[in-house]
């Protein structure tokens, strides 16, 4: 029962640690302009610097909450995963499939989902969802696979029986949730580091201007920028937190797995989910692969449903997974309240002004101090040249 709170704190401080590595270039070269051109005191520097950290992990934090809002009413993320996949109801040579999905959603006590199947010829399969709808996604790859090594038909739909049953115990369950969390978070990062090379260019574009030091001072930025956002992001990101978080995901996600072929079988007895799972068992990783989980090996999966009866009762979640579900949410806005106070979000107008006035006057100042010594060193050339006819 904790599995989602952990896996939903996981993600959190993944997702911190990745924001952080990502806004240590920006905060860097932020730190040698403020330091040595604006002649700031450090500790100014350092409160400037930290109110930008705060700020960022509440845009992050803001962000996540309107997408996940949004997409539960208007279900981008369904929409997205399946815009290359048609609805089976208007695929005739899937119709038994279909029949069996149908004889499903009865069993889970869930109508509101509709089965589609995509083009893909990748073995896999996926459920995604929201309040309004949700999906279980068959890849025509893996109907192939699953056909292919079928004894009969009966066989062939029994499997995919299975397949379906499972992917139906993710939707009732809500197990997308950490998936469509984790790709909202994904996005406003993209999005913040765009903004961030964005305002790098402005920046360097700006310092071009400034007479005689200008074209190199916008070199060394673009270098420094470039080294330090590939030690920290190619290095220490993808070389130490990726596969540390990918470990974690992979542990966490094997219980999911298992409840889901549980209630696979007690749905529609064991043999489906077994069957199933003995047929990709020679794929490489023995398992298909969802979107938003890491699945264990399939020869230890079969050992559990094996010999799992079908009950008579519909498969519904516990109230504790609920109420898990919702807390997990609120905890999002709760969060993200929290950081608009921490970050001082309603003074970002006021932040915003200061730097740009900032900016400007010290443009102005550098501006002005380059161009009177080169006026200096221009007169001082121009009386070397008179003495040198009067001498000459």
Request: with cysteine; net charge positive.
């Amino acid at each position: 029962m904790l599995l989602r709170p952990i896996n939903f704190l996981l993600i959190y401080i993944f997702s911190f640690l990745h924001l952080s590595i990502l806004i240590m270039p920006f905060c860097f070269i932020s730190y040698l302009v403020l330091k040595f051109v604006s002649k700031m005191e450090n500790d100014i520097i350092y409160f400037y610097i930290q109110q930008f950290w705060w700020l960022s992990l509440f845009f992050i934090s803001l962000f996540c909450s309107f997408y996940i809002i949004l997409d539960f009413l208007f279900s981008f993320t369904i929409k997205n995963l399946s815009k290359n996949a048609k609805d089976i109801k208007k695929l005739s040579q899937y119709s038994k499939i279909n029949e069996v999905f149908m004889e499903i959603k009865n069993k889970f006590n869930k109508q509101n989902v509709d089965l589609y199947i995509s083009n893909d010829e990748a073995i896999n399969a996926c459920a995604v969802g929201g309040f309004k709808k949700n999906r279980i996604i068959l890849t025509q790859g893996i109907i192939a696979h699953m056909s292919d090594v079928s004894d009969n038909e009966d066989d062939f739909i029994n499997s995919i029986a299975g397949i379906l049953a499972h992917e139906m115990s993710h939707i009732i369950n809500m197990d997308f949730l950490p998936g469509i969390f984790m790709y909202s978070i994904e996005l406003a990062i993209y999005f913040l580091s765009t903004a961030l090379a964005l305002i790098i260019k402005i920046g360097c574009f700006g310092v071009s201007f400034i007479p005689f030091l200008g074209r190199f001072a916008r070199f060394i930025i673009n270098i420094l920028y470039k080294l330090i956002n590939f030690i920290f992001h190619e290095i220490v990101y993808k070389k130490f937190l990726v596969p540390i978080d990918f470990m974690l995901k992979m542990i966490l996600s094997r219980a999911t797995e298992y409840r889901s072929d549980m209630d696979s079988a007690k749905a529609l007895g064991g043999d489906g989910i077994a069957s199933a799972l003995t047929k990709i068992s020679s794929l490489k990783g023995g398992a298909w692969r969802s979107i938003f989980s890491t699945h264990p090996a399939a020869k230890f999966r079969v050992k559990k449903v094996l010999n799992i009866k079908k009950i008579q009762d519909t498969i519904s979640p516990n109230l504790i997974t609920d109420f898990i579900n919702m807390w997990c949410i609120l905890m999002l806005f709760f969060c993200t309240a929290l950081l608009s106070y921490k970050s001082n979000a309603q003074k970002i107008p006021h932040y915003s002004i200061e730097v740009v006035k900032l900016s400007i006057n010290k443009y102005e100042e550098i501006k002005q101090n380059i161009e009177g010594k080169v006026e200096t060193v221009k007169k001082i050339y121009a009386l070397y040249q008179k003495i040198e006819q009067l001498f000459g």
